[in-house]
């Protein structure tokens, strides 16, 4: 493992569970912590895409984060994510975080209004000068329409508090780029599930992971291996976990993801409009991956 960046590791990107009404519910969410925590979860990353952070309000996701924060106790890294387009609202969120106790933030690329690299820069800028808390950059240019040039990259590590990336960008000669510039200056964390151990081989020291959730220490073991330089063995392992990477996505996330964390046992409700419930089709095909390998996580203890 490195011990170059603050960040490394499997960080698992959690959802944020609800009750029947649809309202937040603290206890199956430190039930799915203390899961995590005892697999040596490297870092806890609520309220992101995952945790559905544009379907809460303001007050609902300092909840959620202040919750994490009391469930993982000092146990390890809590950093929340910030899916904001505006700066002035990514400042508000991040601020409250950090008051709450979250000594780190992942920030997406503002979106919407595409803005120029210059734009991506003066916005990131205006929150490290605002938020004393490390930043996780957050590229999903899929999602966002911005996609940040190698450069930027490099300028961000330089000139901002900035300490790691989020790496979501299917274009791997960027990745490659961005890895040879910036992986002395910060954490080249994947976030893409499909390929993380080729992200490795490139300079990731991690990954950001929402499967995560049902299989950490497989996960963690994928990684592992990679970071050793047995990247065949680790491939190997990887391709075993491919058919749950491939179902919990099959649908908008988080769906397929709440759908297989209960059938371990753990009720963590439904999702927001105008996200849907998972379809019957996908839930029995979890149904038929998800008892299996969740099985064989007792190898890895």
């Known amino acids: 493992m490195s011990t170059r960046h603050k960040y490394t590791g499997i960080l698992t990107s959690v959802p944020t569970p609800f009750d029947s009404h649809g309202q937040f519910n603290a206890t199956v969410l430190r039930r799915l912590i203390d899961r995590l925590v005892d697999a040596q979860a490297d870092a806890i990353v609520p309220i992101g895409g995952t945790g559905e952070y544009i379907s809460l309000t303001f007050r609902e996701r300092l909840e959620v984060v202040q919750s994490t924060l009391d469930a993982v ?19 508000e969120n991040a601020k409250a ?29 205006h929150l490290s000068d605002k938020v004393d808390a490390d930043i996780i950059l957050y590229e999903i240019p899929y999602r966002t329409g911005v996609s940040l040039h190698y450069d930027t990259v490099d300028r961000l590590a330089d000139m901002t508090r900035v300490v790691g990336i989020k790496a979501c960008n299917s274009d791997l000669a960027q990745q490659m780029r961005v ?22 081989a490139m300079g990731a020291v991690g990954g950001i992971i929402s499967s995560s959730n049902l299989v950490p220490r497989q996960w963690k073991r994928v990684l ?15 391709a075993t976990l491919r058919p749950l990477i491939d179902a919990v996505f099959a649908e908008p996330n988080p769906a397929p993801l709440k759908t297989a964390l209960t059938l371990t046992g753990l009720d963590i409700g439904g999702v927001l409009p105008p996200l849907l419930p998972t379809s019957s089709a996908l839930q029995q095909r979890l149904a038929q991956i998800v008892p299996a390998l969740v099985e064989k996580e007792s190898a890895y203890v």
């Open 73 to 91: 106790d000092g146990r390890c890294p809590v950093i929340p994510g910030i899916i904001s387009a505006g700066i002035n609202d990514a400042i």
């Open 97 to 125: 975080y950090v008051e709450a106790g979250a000594k780190a933030v992942m920030v997406v690329t503002p979106y919407y209004y595409r803005p120029t690299q210059e734009g991506v820069l003066d916005y990131y800028k």
């Open 179 to 200: 890895a040879e510039k910036s992986a002395s200056k910060m954490a080249i964390l994947s976030g893409e599930e499909d390929v993380l151990p080729l992200h490795v």
């Open 224 to 238: 592992d291996l990679a970071l050793d330089g047995r990247l065949e063995e680790s491939i190997a392992l990887h």
